[in-house]
T-cell receptor, first 114, second 114 residues
Framework: AQSVAQPEDQVNVAEGNPLTVKCTYS??????LFWYVQYPNRGLQFLLKYITGDNLVKGSYGFEAEFNKSQTSFHLKKPSALVSDSALYFCAVRDDTGRRALTFGSGTRLQVQP | GAVVSQHPSRVICKSGTSVKIECRSL??????MFWYRQFPKQSLMLMATSNEGSKATYEQGVEKDKFLINHASLTLSTLTVTSAHPEDSSFYIC??????????FGPGTRLTVT
């Protein structure tokens, strides 16, 4: 079985400050890891993914994430937050076996204050 | 990038009626489509996985006779909520996957059962 934990329901950060949204995972095989963002009443927008290669992954809108195998983490980061980054963020994982469905974390609401 | 559409985006129906939601991959062939359900302020829960031309695989606890899934072509999957009840009110999101590990999400359908 695979699982994802996002320990923070909400993260508050001031505009211009760096932000981190935490994610840890559990899978039986090699992980494929994803971050998505969701705005109110909208579907999910893809931010970035880790499949293999460099542990630091760069994605859309200035976001990046670092894969840490020993800590089974894939935290989302951005050096300088924008008010427009305020949204709901989901971490997701699947393994590299035949099952292709994603398992999502519970989501973290990011609130960037002006 | 790959685009997935859902129709309708919003639907209100009376208790006891059935509602059909369409999920289309617009510019690629989706061998697998996934249906998720999202309750307010909660994460996405996988309902079922459908492969083109075969029966859908439902997650534990999801009633297959209530949530009918058809994946008759490589670009279209439908979810029919039969005999809808107010507790079926939710945000339904589909995703589509081709030959790669990527999943592309639709914009979601908000179902309200009165």
């Amino acid at each position: 079985a695979q699982s994802v934990a996002q320990p923070e329901d909400q993260v508050n950060v001031a505009e211009g400050n760096p932000l981190t949204v935490k994610c840890t995972y559990s899978v039986s095989g090699n992980p494929y890891l994803f971050w998505y963002v969701q705005y109110p009443n909208r579907g999910l927008q893809f931010l970035l993914k880790y499949i293999t290669g460099d542990n630091l992954v760069k994605g859309s809108y200035g976001f990046e994430a670092e894969f840490n195998k020993s800590q089974t983490s894939f935290h989302l980061k951005k050096p300088s937050a924008l008010v427009s980054d305020s949204a709901l963020y989901f971490c997701a994982v699947r393994d590299d076996t035949g099952r292709r469905a994603l398992t999502f974390g519970s989501g973290t609401r990011l609130q960037v204050q002006p | 990038g790959a685009v997935v559409s859902q129709h309708p985006s919003r639907v209100i129906c009376k208790s006891g009626t059935s509602v059909k939601i369409e999920c289309r991959s617009l510019d690629f062939q989706a061998t697998t489509m996934f249906w998720y359900r999202q309750f307010p302020k909660q994460s996405l829960m996988l309902m079922a996985t459908s492969n083109e031309g075969s029966k859908a695989t439902y997650e534990q606890g999801v009633e297959k006779d209530k949530f009918l899934i058809n994946h008759a072509s490589l670009t279209l999957s439908t979810l029919t909520v039969t005999s809808a009840h107010p507790e079926d009110s939710s945000f339904y999101i589909c995703s589509a996957s081709g030959e790669s590990y990527e999943q592309y999400f639709g914009p979601g359908t908000r179902l309200t059962v009165t």
